[in-house]
C-alpha cells in the first residue's frame, strides 16, 4: 500500500510518536472505562491514517 502524503522522515516520525502516546492513554484510560478507551483509540487510529494516507491535510494560504 502507498500513501501519497507530503511528510518527511522527522514530521512523520513525530506523528507516530504522537500516535503512541495517545494510544498509551486510550488504554490507561480504558482500564476503568473500557467504552471511552476504545472510542479514543477508534479516533486516534482514523486521525493517524487519515492524515497519513493525505486525505486529511493543513493547506497553507
Known amino acids: 500500500m ?4 507530503k511528510l ?5 516520525g ?3 510518536i ?3 502516546a495517545s494510544l498509551g492513554m486510550s488504554f490507561l484510560v480504558g482500564s476503568s472505562s473500557p467504552f471511552i478507551g ?3 483509540g477508534t479516533i486516534t ?3 493517524y ?3 497519513v ?3 486529511w491535510s493543513v493547506k497553507n494560504t
Do not use: D, E, P, Y
Not at 2 to 5: A, I
Not at 8 to 12: E, F, I, K, S, T
Open 38 to 40: 476504545l472510542m479514543l
Open 49 to 51: 491514517v487519515m492524515i
Open 53 to 55: 494516507s493525505g486525505k
Open 45 to 47: 487510529i482514523g486521525v
Open 2 to 5: 502507498r500513501f501519497n502524503n
Open 8 to 12: 518527511n522522515r522527522a514530521q512523520l
Open 14 to 16: 513525530a506523528l507516530t
Open 18 to 20: 504522537c500516535l503512541g
